[in-house]
């Protein structure tokens, strides 16, 4: 019989919905992830429409106000890390920005992509699209690599 994993234990009992990939972490995950996505959309927006900012740089600070909360977000809310020391915390938001970077780029060439096959006019929807693809990174990167908590085995 194979070992049980962290994830196992949470959802044993529950019937596996969606195949043990909803979890109250995962469902807090979106949730903030939602919010993160409004943060991208309302800084973008208001650069775009308000100031008349161009559309590249927009996405660039868009991006960088969501990053710093979702780091907030995610370490308080949805894996509720306690980081030990203040060098264990700096250690933790180092891997947060490096993750949040490596995501950065996807989605900032995704982005261009998408411009490129849909038009300056759909830019919305390139936003959009990438957005999926950056909560789905971002999740896997926050849970395996930067908010892993050790598990009794």
Do not use: C, H, W
């Not at 927006?45 to 979702?70: E, G, H, N, T």
């Not at 938001?93 to 970077?101: E, T």
């Amino acid at each position: 019989m194979p070992k049980s994993t962290p994830d196992d234990e949470r959802t044993r009992g529950r019937g596996g919905r969606f195949f043990g990939l909803l979890t109250p972490e995962t469902a807090r995950y979106v949730i903030v992830g939602v919010l993160t996505t409004a943060v991208s959309f309302a800084v973008f927006s208001l650069l775009r429409y308000v100031f008349d900012v161009a559309s590249r740089p927009s996405q660039i600070i868009s991006i960088a106000a969501a990053i710093l909360f979702a780091y907030g977000a995610n370490k308080i809310y949805v894996f509720k890390s306690r980081a030990a020391s203040a060098g264990a915390l700096a250690a933790e938001f180092i891997k947060f920005l490096g993750g949040r970077l490596a995501a950065l780029v996807v989605e900032y060439f995704g982005f261009i992509f998408l411009l490129y096959m849909l038009g300056e006019r759909l830019e919305l929807l390139a936003k959009g699209a990438m957005q999926v693809v950056v909560l789905v990174m971002n999740y896997v990167i926050s849970r395996f690599f930067v908010f892993k908590r050790q598990y009794k085995r």
